[in-house]
Nanobody
């Protein structure tokens, strides 16, 4: 189970911090990611972090503004979003993924709305 929190309404230039509390799977064996989906658009990858947290990846539009992190002891994923822009408005989803041999495991949260006003 993945449960996101921390979304809301913020003005352009503001900040929000998202959290994703997890349970029911071995958190530290999964690559964790944040995705987002704006109305009428596909769900896109925002950022990802390796199992140990030693490597991160960001989509170009959020580089320098967003920071993904994880706490394996607390089984929680985070996304700190600074200097938010109206184009960041979307439902943000937490995702856990891993391969076990040829079997793919994917878990999704229910999403949390982030709205940035101009």
């Amino acid at each position: 189970q993945l449960v996101e929190s921390g979304g809301g309404l913020v003005q352009s230039g503001g900040s929000l911090g998202l959290s994703c509390a997890t349970s029911g799977f071995t958190f530290n064996t999964y690559v964790m990611s944040w995705y987002r989906q704006a109305p009428g658009k596909e769900r896109d990858l925002v950022a990802s972090i390796t199992e140990t947290g030693d490597s991160t990846n960001y989509t170009d539009s959020v580089k320098g503004r967003f920071t993904i992190s994880r706490d394996n002891g607390e089984k929680t994923l985070y996304l700190q979003m600074n200097n938010l822009k109206p184009e960041d408005t979307a439902v943000h989803y937490c995702h856990a993924g891993r391969w076990s041999g040829r079997v793919r495991y994917d878990w999704w949260g229910q999403g949390t709305q982030v709205t940035v006003s101009a």
